[in-house]
Each structure stands twice: as structure tokens, then as C-alpha cells.
């Protein structure tokens, strides 16, 4: 197994390249072939659900941690609502991307950017998201990575 510093680096190399190619295009608009597709619609969905749950259990002004922004979909959506929100990804890239997409939708004030690997995040925060990112991380590093992504907030 790599180390976690190894691995970050092989994930910042991939999602700076290739990676970026790929989910940049799940997260977008453009057409795909039908099983990048079907991978959209179940991140679209499961972006509803999260923010359709953010709304019920905590009200705007509450902190948000994105990890594993990406392009900024789920950041900029909450942003809009009125959550404090921090996006956080590996990936230059892909956090030029979110940045991008934040001045578009008048939202690059409300949005603290950080370039970082989700296993590094420090700071509390009410709420803390992490959509389509652990699955990259080997099963050792994963329950690492969630231990530390629980430690940044107080809610279960």
C-alpha cells in the first residue's frame, strides 16, 4: 500500500489530468455515453438528496465543508442558499474549475477555497460533505480519511 502521501500525489497528478477530463465531464452538461450518464443522473440525485437533508437539519449561515469540491456543483448550490461554505479538493485543476463556477454565479466572496487532501482537512465546521472522493482511497487510508473528515465536525 502507498503511504497517504504517495497516494495524494498519484490523486493530485490524476485528477490534474485525466481525472479532470472525466468527472469534469459527469459534473457538466454536455452529452455522454450512456453509462457516464447513468453516473451523472446518480450524482445529480445524490446532490439533491444532500441539500434537500442540509435544508431540514441546518439553516443558512451554518458551516459547510465540500471535500472534494470538484467543479464546485454542491459548493456553489450551497453557497446560494446562504451556507458558509469551505470547498476543498487535491486538485488544482479542478478547484479553478469551482472557483470559475462561483464568479459566474456571483458566489467567489461566499466560498473559502483550499487546495489540500481530503485526509489533511482541519477546522470545525456544522456540516461536513464528501461526495464521490473516498472511493479513490485504498480500504487502509479510507477509514483514515473518514475518522478525520468526523473529527471536523460534532454532528453525527
Not at 485528477?15 to 477530463?21: A, H, L, S
Not at 455515453?33 to 439533491?48: D, I, K
Not at 456540516?127 to 473529527?151: G, K, M, N, S
Amino acid at each position: 500500500m502507498p503511504t497517504a502521501e504517495a497516494h495524494a500525489s498519484q490523486l493530485k497528478s490524476y485528477f490534474n489530468g485525466i481525472g479532470f477530463e472525466r468527472w469534469s465531464a459527469i459534473y457538466g452538461s454536455d452529452p455522454l455515453p450512456s453509462v457516464r450518464r447513468s453516473v451523472r443522473e446518480g450524482h445529480n440525485r445524490m446532490l439533491r438528496q444532500a441539500s434537500a437533508w442540509l435544508g431540514e437539519h441546518h439553516a443558512p449561515g451554518a458551516s459547510l465543508l465540500d471535500a472534494g469540491c470538484g467543479t464546485g456543483l454542491f459548493a456553489v448550490a450551497m453557497a446560494r442558499q446562504g451556507y458558509r461554505v469551505t470547498a476543498l479538493d487535491i486538485a488544482p485543476r479542478m478547484l479553478e474549475t469551482a472557483r470559475a463556477a462561483a464568479r459566474q454565479a456571483g458566489m467567489d466572496e461566499a466560498i473559502q477555497f483550499v487546495e489540500a487532501d481530503t485526509g489533511t482537512v482541519a477546522g470545525r465546521f456544522d456540516v461536513v460533505a464528501c461526495f464521490d472522493v473516498l472511493v479513490h482511497y485504498p480500504r487502509e487510508l479510507f477509514i483514515d480519511y473518514c475518522t478525520q473528515l468526523a473529527r471536523c465536525t460534532d454532528q453525527t
